[in-house]
């Protein structure tokens, strides 16, 4: 592009117009506009120095974008878009020397930025790009004496270059936009696999609870049923009574699995609440748990506590199934910015498998979901057990860096 910029130097205005208008045409970037009214003017306004300010990131600052054969205070390379200097420029319209722009401005107070830039340039033509009373770029072109020519030149061509100016800046804006949704949708993405995963897994816990108890049962009291005749009259009510508790430990059953699909307590009263109100809520567990919450385990953070409660819910529940225990001592409290839940029963005990994944293989999910949820909260989860002497469950969870 130089090269024939060159040549033009020998061509009158009106051609060098046209050829420059034409080079405009072709910009596509404010790097290349950027070439084109610095670099390339100068190759026939020689002598001459260039200041170049375009829209910042947040389009309420000029930033100083290229600069020709001058040099700037790096306190004056932003200049203020709402400020006194652009707005008077945006009334202007048109090229300005800056003596001009000086006593235009006499008596108003201006920033001091702008004031020192103003002091800087005053033998420069300021060019304001107004497009749709907007100020686009800003162009300080300080040639060695003042120049007609010059100010001709910018005359003609501020309009077609504050249109491309324009047009790049809503490029840019359209391009902003379209790397935001980019990265929202792909937010977006990862969010609803993992509630798809999330969904999908509580779909099989909750099949399995279903099908190891409730069901089981069911089937059992079907079973009771279908033979009722073949039993002797008198034991018949008997077999009935069987039924009937049956029956009432399915209910019991299926209670149990409801509020553990939604720990509404869990939302309104915060964790300790709702473990407590978890233990009254079965006779079972509240003749022997002991639960120890210490005070500041009441501003757990939220996203903490679904996952602890579950925990909680899963041991209790292997104790209830499990461990035939007489005491259940669970203990919650935050040292140092760790959070510890411990449940610790006086069962029968178990040997702890080397690998908890192979105890989702035989089909026994709880231990593995506790230790997926530990994971997922960046905690570690220990699990100490021994035939007849009883099982303990340790978790620790960090709390730095999340809201209390
Ligand atoms: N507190 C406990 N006391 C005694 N044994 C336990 C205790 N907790 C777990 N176990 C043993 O560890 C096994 C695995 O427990 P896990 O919770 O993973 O599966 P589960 O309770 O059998 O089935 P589910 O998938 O419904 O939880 C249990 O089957 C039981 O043998
Ligand atoms: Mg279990």
Redesign the pocket.
């Known amino acids: 592009m130089r090269t024939w910029f060159s040549f033009l130097q020998v061509y009158k205005q009106k051609q060098f117009l046209h050829f420059f208008a034409q080079a405009l045409n072709r910009v596509t970037s404010y790097e290349s506009i950027a070439d084109l009214l610095t670099v390339q003017i100068a190759t026939i306004w020689r002598e001459t120095s260039f200041l170049l300010f375009l829209p910042g990131e947040d389009d309420h600052v000029f930033q100083l974008y290229a600069a020709l054969d001058a040099d700037i205070p790096s306190q004056m390379r932003n200049i203020s878009a709402r400020g006194l200097l652009a707005w008077s420029l945006k009334q202007v319209r048109q090229p300005i020397w800056g003596t001009q722009l000086k006593e235009r401005l006499e008596g108003h107070t201006l920033l001091e930025v702008e004031e020192s830039l103003l002091e800087c340039n005053q033998a420069a033509l300021w060019v304001p790009f107004v497009f749709h009373s907007q100020i686009e770029g800003l162009l300080l072109v300080r040639p060695q004496s003042p120049s007609p020519r010059l100010e001709v030149f910018f005359q003609e061509m501020i309009p077609q270059c504050a249109a491309v100016l324009s047009n790049l800046r809503l490029i840019r804006t359209l391009r902003r936009q379209v790397c935001l949704l980019e990265e929202n949708r792909a937010a977006l993405d990862i969010a609803y696999q993992r509630i798809l995963t999330t969904r999908e897994e509580e779909r099989q816990r909750l099949a399995?609870?279903l099908h190891?108890s409730p069901l089981q049962e069911i089937l059992h009291c079907s079973a009771l049923l279908s033979r009722i005749r073949t039993y002797p009259v008198e034991e018949q009510p008997l077999i009935l009574e069987r039924i009937q508790h049956h029956l009432l430990d399915v209910s019991d059953q299926l209670r149990v699995i409801c509020s553990e699909l939604y720990p509404s307590s869990l939302d309104i009263l915060g964790l300790p609440m709702a473990m407590q109100s978890y233990v009254e809520k079965y006779p079972e567990f509240a003749s022997i748990v002991e639960l120890d919450v210490a005070n500041e385990a009441y501003r757990m953070p939220v996203e903490l506590s679904v996952h602890l409660f579950r925990i909680f819910q899963?041991?209790l529940?292997?104790?209830r199934?499990?461990?035939n225990a007489t005491h259940i001592q669970v203990r919650l409290y935050i040292v140092e910015a760790m959070c510890h839940l411990t449940i610790q029963?006086n069962?029968?005990?178990?040997d702890v498998p080397a690998s908890l994944p192979n105890?989702a293989a035989a089909?026994?999910?709880?231990?593995?979901g506790m230790w997926e949820r530990v994971q997922a909260i960046g905690g570690q989860l220990r699990i100490t057990?021994r035939r007849g002497e009883g099982?303990r469950i340790d978790v620790e969870v960090p709390l730095i860096g999340r809201r209390v």
């Not at 069962?347 to 178990?350: A, L, P, S, W």
């Not at 089909?363 to 593995?368: A, K, N, Q, S």
């Open positions: 399995r609870e190891d899963e041991a529940n292997n104790v199934r499990h461990a029963d069962g029968v005990g178990f105890l089909g026994h999910f709880g231990l593995v057990s099982t």
